[in-house]
């Protein structure tokens, strides 16, 4: 099973700030990485997928790097309704597996 | 409109059984890889099991030889029987639809989820 480890746990952030998250898998994925937000009593929706590839309506200022094992998803410029937990995914290989999750909070 | 709607969820004591239903709309549900997938505050998202256009099934290891996934055409909707159901088992369940194009794709649509709870 990949195991993919993100950090930080969680984020308090003002408004208009830059956010980092990160993504590290146990093993090379290539680009199946993908990025999901999912907001306070909300169901997880898919922003980034294959590590860098926008979702159709998501705000310009999230954006997702990397490949391998290492990977990044940057917002750049937080904005209050971006309060959420960011969940990493990978599909590279069955069991489809996610990380712990990231909850950004605004100060 | 994508739409998927979970139910089938409750209260169920240990070695009980539930079946959860996704019905689907807006596509037809036998022409993706669809997906369950479960989340807990302990054990955050957790994929279950999945069920693909072939209608091959795959199960998570803590699942496999407890839940069936399956898939009725007529009524276009995918269901999960959980059987020996135990503590851990406790989570929200998602209904997700897989995109479409390569081996096995990002997880376009979900549920709003139904939730599962197993105690005594």
């Known amino acids: 099973e990949i195991v993919l480890t993100q950090s930080p746990d969680f984020q308090s952030v003002t408004p208009k700030e830059k956010v980092t998250i990160t993504c590290r898998a146990s093993q090379s994925i290539g680009s199946t990485l993908h990025w999901y937000q999912q907001k306070p009593d909300q169901s997880p929706k898919l922003l980034i997928k294959y590590a860098s590839q926008s979702m159709s309506g998501v705000p310009s200022r999230f954006s997702g790097s990397g490949s391998g094992t290492d990977f990044t998803l940057t917002i750049n410029g937080l904005e209050p309704e971006d309060a959420a937990a960011y969940y990493c995914q990978q599909s590279s290989a069955l069991p489809v597996t996610f990380g712990g999750g990231t909850k950004v909070e605004i100060k | 409109e994508v739409q998927l709607v979970e139910s089938g969820g409750g209260l169920e004591q240990p070695g009980g059984s539930l079946r959860l239903s996704c019905a689907a709309s807006g596509f037809t549900l036998t022409n993706y890889d669809m997906h369950w997938v479960r989340q807990s505050a302990g054990r955050g998202l957790e994929w279950v099991s999945s069920?693909?256009?072939?209608?091959?099934?795959y199960y998570a290891d803590s699942v496999r030889g407890r839940f069936t996934v399956s898939r009725e055409h007529a009524k276009n909707s995918l269901y999960l029987q959980l059987d020996s159901l135990r503590s851990g088992d406790t989570a929200v369940y998602y209904c997700?639809?897989?995109?479409?194009?390569?081996?096995?794709?990002?997880?376009?649509?979900w549920g709003q989820g139904t939730m599962v709870t197993v105690s005594s």
């Open positions: 997700v639809r897989e995109g479409t194009g390569g081996h096995i794709d990002p997880f376009d649509d």
């Open positions: 069920m693909d256009v072939a209608g091959n099934t």
